[in-house]
């Protein structure tokens, strides 16, 4: 007996395709419903940190990469930029600071 193999389709075949077919079009619907996901740029909420107008001898160290000792003996023997001293701690205006990197600027002689 011969098997006739002609274009019919198995049924149970169309079912599951047709299930297919209307799960990728709700997935299509529901994907065209939902917002679009768009990037935003978050401003800082806290300000940022004004400049320093106050540096420690450590922070003045750094600064200009020598030691702090350098720094005390400067002041004691009347050297440096002028200084507070507040409670027993050496502050350095940063006004002060910069009119003596100003004043130690050395300008080329042709």
């Given at each position: 007996?011969?098997?006739?193999?002609?274009?019919?389709?198995?049924?149970?075949?169309?079912?599951?395709?047709d299930?297919?077919?209307?799960?990728?079009s709700?997935?299509?619907?529901?994907?065209?419903?939902?917002?679009?996901?768009?990037?935003?740029?978050?401003?800082?909420?806290?300000p940022?940190?004004?400049?320093?107008?106050?540096?420690?001898?450590?922070?003045?160290?750094?600064?200009?990469?020598?030691?702090?000792a350098?720094?005390?003996r400067?002041r004691?023997?009347?050297?440096?930029?002028?200084?507070?001293?507040?409670?027993?701690?050496?502050?350095?205006?940063?006004?002060?600071?910069?009119?003596?990197?100003?004043?130690?600027?050395?300008?080329?002689?042709?």
């Amino acid at each position: 007996m011969a098997t006739n193999y002609t274009s019919s389709s198995n049924p149970r075949t169309e079912k599951m395709g047709d299930g297919l077919d209307a799960l990728s079009s709700g997935i299509a619907k529901t994907a065209a419903n939902e917002p679009k996901f768009e990037p935003k740029l978050l401003a800082p909420e806290v300000p940022a940190e004004p400049a320093r107008q106050l540096l420690t001898e450590i922070m003045l160290a750094d600064r200009w990469v020598c030691s702090v000792a350098r720094l005390q003996r400067w002041r004691t023997v009347g050297e440096g930029p002028k200084y507070l001293k507040i409670g027993g701690k050496v502050l350095y205006r940063l006004k002060d600071i910069e009119a003596y990197e100003e004043a130690c600027l050395v300008r080329k002689v042709l």
